[in-house]
């Protein structure tokens, strides 16, 4: 009984002592951050023309063909002065003896003798005596084969190879010729080669005044273009200059707009033109001894420009580039110079250009 007793005591103690035994403290609230502000995003501003439009790719297809034809004239002028200056070295390096046949006259010995003569002189290389069949051959396109030169006053011909930085005395050598061999006939081509100067000088001349044409023409229809870009977006262009944006800026977008454009339509005429150079080279290559091919050959020379060729190509195309981007920086800053003026003193909108 006393134990059960004992128990019953102990039970309400654990009790007090469970109640009496302190509780954790309570966290503590945490502290609210202010919310943070939504991240500005700056639109990205457009530009003032429109990437592509009408009037551009107009442009950019004048740009292409004025391109074409600068690449193309610049190539047929390198091409020509190439080709005159291969026939120029090729006559100027050899001179012709033509010894006429007459009475008596033995014409094996005199061509030795004419050769002889020739060669005794300072500037002479080689002397090389045209036989019977070269001489037939050469005359072939005219009187037709199976020739008997006996039978025909046919002058002969002896080739004098000589030293082009170093020729001999022709007048000299033409006396002495006349004097050991009375039917020879000294011809060192400088009449031949004096025309072909002239024809190179007067081609080249052609070239750069078509090439000034062209460049003309391409500078006026960037102006119009520009203009015309300008009349379609003046408001924009008044009201940026109105909330304080410089010249510089508004020059600037339009120089980046007709760079690009002036980039594409030139690297297309150019590409285009060093494409048909190579094509007809190609065709010229893969043709040879045919009539076709030895007519293009006489009347034009070789189709090949050559790494310079190429090179002037392209300098070409970043020429016309850069006229295209000047043109329209120094078109939009006289215009914004006639807007300032007109805001000025709007009675001067009468006597200026309309934009």
Same mark, same amino acid.
């Given at each position: 009984?006393?134990?059960?007793?004992?128990?019953?005591?102990?039970?309400?103690?654990?009790?007090?002592?469970?109640?009496?035994?302190?509780?954790?403290?309570?966290?503590?609230?945490?502290?609210?951050?202010?919310?943070?502000?939504?991240?500005?995003?700056?639109?990205?501003?457009?530009?003032?023309?429109?990437?592509?439009?009408?009037?551009?790719?107009?442009?950019?297809?004048?740009?292409?063909?004025?391109?074409?034809?600068?690449?193309?004239?610049? &190539?047929?002028?390198?091409?020509?002065?190439?080709?005159?200056?291969?026939?120029?070295?090729?006559?100027?390096?050899?001179?012709?003896?033509?010894?006429?046949?007459?009475?008596?006259?033995?014409?094996?010995?005199?061509?030795?003798?004419?050769?002889?003569?020739?060669?005794?002189?300072?500037?002479?290389?080689?002397?090389?005596?045209?036989?019977?069949?070269?001489?037939?051959?050469?005359?072939?396109?005219?009187?037709?084969? &199976?020739?008997?030169?006996?039978?025909?006053?046919?002058?002969?011909?002896?080739?004098?190879?000589?030293?082009?930085?170093?020729?001999?005395?022709?007048?000299?050598?033409?006396?002495?010729?006349?004097?050991?061999?009375?039917?020879?006939?000294?011809?060192?081509?400088?009449?031949?080669?004096?025309?072909?100067?002239?024809?190179?000088?007067?081609?080249?001349?052609?070239?750069?005044?078509?090439?000034?044409?062209?460049?003309?023409?391409?500078?006026?229809?960037?102006?119009?273009?520009?203009?015309?870009?300008?009349?379609?977006?003046?408001?924009?262009?008044?009201?940026?200059?109105?909330?304080?944006?410089?010249?510089?800026?508004?020059?600037?977008?339009?120089?980046?707009?007709?760079?690009?454009?002036?980039?594409?339509?030139?690297?297309?005429?150019?590409?285009?033109?060093?494409?048909?150079?190579?094509?007809?080279?190609?065709?010229?290559?893969?043709?040879?001894?045919?009539?076709?091919?030895?007519?293009?050959?006489?009347?034009?020379?070789?189709?090949?420009?050559?790494?310079?060729?190429?090179?002037?190509?392209?300098?070409?195309?970043?020429?016309?580039?850069?006229?295209?981007?000047?043109?329209?920086?120094?078109?939009?800053?006289?215009?914004?110079?006639?807007?300032?003026?007109?805001?000025?003193?709007?009675?001067?909108?009468?006597?200026?250009?309309?934009?």
């Amino acid at each position: 009984m006393n134990e059960m007793s004992r128990t019953r005591s102990s039970k309400p103690q654990k009790r007090d002592r469970t109640q009496a035994r302190p509780k954790p403290p309570a966290p503590e609230p945490q502290q609210q951050q202010p919310a943070r502000r939504a991240e500005m995003r700056v639109r990205p501003t457009a530009p003032i023309l429109p990437p592509a439009n009408i009037q551009g790719n107009a442009l950019m297809v004048v740009i292409a063909i004025m391109a074409f034809l600068a690449c193309l004239t610049l &190539g047929a002028v390198s091409m020509v002065r190439a080709t005159a200056s291969s026939w120029q070295s090729q006559i100027s390096r050899e001179i012709t003896i033509q010894i006429k046949p007459d009475d008596g006259l033995d014409m094996a010995a005199a061509l030795k003798k004419a050769r002889d003569v020739a060669l005794t002189f300072v500037g002479t290389k080689d002397g090389t005596i045209m036989d019977d069949s070269a001489t037939a051959r050469l005359l072939e396109p005219w009187l037709g084969t &199976g020739l008997n030169l006996d039978d025909l006053p046919v002058p002969r011909l002896v080739i004098i190879t000589i030293d082009e930085q170093n020729p001999p005395d022709f007048g000299a050598m033409r006396d002495l010729l006349k004097t050991e061999v009375p039917q020879a006939f000294l011809d060192d081509h400088r009449t031949w080669v004096d025309r072909l100067v002239s024809m190179a000088r007067t081609t080249v001349l052609i070239g750069t005044g078509i090439l000034v044409l062209v460049f003309t023409a391409m500078v006026l229809t960037v102006i119009f273009a520009t203009r015309g870009a300008l009349s379609g977006n003046r408001h924009v262009v008044e009201v940026l200059h109105f909330v304080g944006a410089e010249s510089a800026f508004v020059a600037n977008e339009f120089q980046k707009h007709f760079l690009k454009i002036s980039i594409k339509g030139s690297a297309a005429g150019g590409a285009l033109a060093a494409i048909l150079f190579a094509v007809a080279n190609l065709w010229q290559s893969n043709s040879r001894a045919t009539p076709q091919s030895d007519q293009a050959t006489a009347l034009f020379g070789s189709f090949t420009i050559g790494v310079t060729g190429y090179l002037g190509i392209f300098a070409t195309m970043l020429v016309i580039a850069l006229l295209t981007t000047l043109t329209a920086r120094f078109t939009v800053m006289r215009t914004i110079d006639e807007i300032d003026l007109i805001r000025s003193d709007p009675s001067r909108s009468d006597g200026l250009p309309s934009a």
